[in-house]
């Protein structure tokens, strides 16, 4: 079993900034992907970005370009450097990890294999 422990999040007015952290108990197959999944009131979980072993990346549209995941093999640690924030990136932010970034390029929950707990992030306009 992994476990995910993410830190950061809490609370910034909009164009401000904040980082998350995520770290990994261990590396497997199933961490070969790091990243983020998110989820505002009375919407569905939607995947924000992921950062592969070997650098591979992916970014929903509408965080390109604020967004930057970075990531600390020898820690298992990735990192979610959230710039230019908006009112609407306001959620609970999920760690989460898998074999490959198809789980966050179809929001696909089903092709994750494990979760954080989540941290909070709010966004005030």
């Known amino acids: 079993q992994v476990q995910l422990v993410e830190s950061g999040g809490g609370s910034v007015q909009a164009g401000g900034s904040l980082r998350l952290s995520c770290a990994a108990s261990?590396?497997?197959?199933?961490?070969?992907?790091i990243g983020w999944f998110r989820q505002a009131p009375g919407k569905e979980r939607e995947g924000v970005g992921t950062?592969?072993?070997?650098?591979?990346?992916y970014y929903v549209d509408s965080v390109k370009g604020r967004f930057t995941l970075s990531r600390d093999n020898a820690k298992n640690t990735v990192y979610l450097e959230m710039n230019s924030l908006k009112f609407e990136d306001t959620a609970m932010y999920y760690c989460?990890?898998?074999?490959?970034?198809?789980?966050?390029?179809?929001?696909?929950?089903?092709?994750?294999?494990?979760w954080g707990q989540g941290t909070q992030v709010a966004v005030s306009s």
């Open positions: 989460a990890a898998a074999s490959s970034t198809t789980g966050w390029v179809r929001s696909d929950l089903d092709r994750i294999t494990y």
């Open positions: 261990r590396y497997t197959t199933n961490t070969n992907c």
């Open positions: 950062i592969c072993f070997g650098g591979l990346t």
